[in-house]
Every structure is written in C-alpha cells, then in structure tokens.
C-alpha cells in the first residue's frame, strides 16, 4: 500500500502495511518520515496541534526524500506529502506523553469507573484516556492524589 512511513526510536511502520493513521509516538522524541513508493519530487507540509512551536516541531525540509520533526506535544498530527508532482498521501499521527511497553499495560490504563480506581503507589502515575480528554494521576508523598488533564 502506498503512502507515508514514520519511524522514530519506539515506532516502526514496516514498508507495505502502510495506514493513514498511527498512534504509538511519543512527544519530544525525533520521527523520521519517507514514503512509499519513492518518486524524484517531494512537496511535504505539517498541520500541529494548538499550542505546538512551529520553530521546536518544524520538518527538517520540504523538498527532500526523508525528513525530521520532533513534535512538542501530545495529540494529533497530520503530515502531508505530494510525491512526484502527481501522488498526495496523507498521514494522522497520534503522540502521546507516556510510552506503553506492554499489551498488559495498556489494559491496566483503561478507563473504570472511579469506585473501581485504586490511587496509585507514592511517585506512580497513571494515565487514561478517552473521547473527553486525557487524565494524569500522581501520588505525592503527602499521600495526596492529583488529578492533571493532559492535552
């Protein structure tokens, strides 16, 4: 399948299983992007989310093959690429703030109704999300909990 490949040190997209949408990226850390199939001409271009720093998570280049950015923030990136002057691909990253490793943590960060959440451990945080926002939770050592809404 054609389109845009992103890779970055936790995140490979194999050649071939090319989507238009991933998630699995983390904020502040470098994405490397090409295409599939490769052509002579690239035009690229990035569409940040709300509050983003156009000088911190620009592209590396316009023109060029491969290109860099590193987003500065969690949420929704739309990455665009003209390839050859005739092929427009289109790419939705998803960049979250917290690396999940395992298939078993990522169950432990579903959403539960509050009675069933337990308040986590001193310095653990736990993160959920859902259609109404993300939602960071951290025991201090005053064995108080605070609630943080991650955007």
Not at 1 to 9: C, Q, V
Request: charged letters at 10%; hydrophobic letters at 40%.
């Amino acid at each position: 399948m054609a389109g845009i490949l992103a890779n970055s040190s936790s995140h490979t997209m194999v050649s071939g299983s090319v989507d238009n949408t991933q998630a699995g990226y983390l904020a502040s850390e470098q994405i490397t992007l090409s295409t599939s199939p490769t052509a002579s001409s690239y035009s690229w271009g990035i569409s940040r989310p709300a509050g983003s720093s156009a000088a911190r998570s620009a592209l590396s280049g316009d023109t060029d093959a491969n290109v860099t950015f590193t987003p500065d923030l969690p949420g929704y990136w739309v990455i665009t690429c003209t390839v050859g002057g005739t092929a427009a691909y289109v790419l939705r990253l998803t960049v979250t703030s917290l690396a999940v490793q395992t298939a078993a943590q990522c169950l432990r960060l579903s959403p539960v109704a509050d009675a069933q959440v337990e308040a986590p451990a001193v310095g653990v945080a736990v993160f959920c999300g859902s259609d109404h926002g993300n939602v960071l939770c951290v025991k201090d050592s005053a064995d108080t909990v605070k609630v943080v809404t991650v955007t």
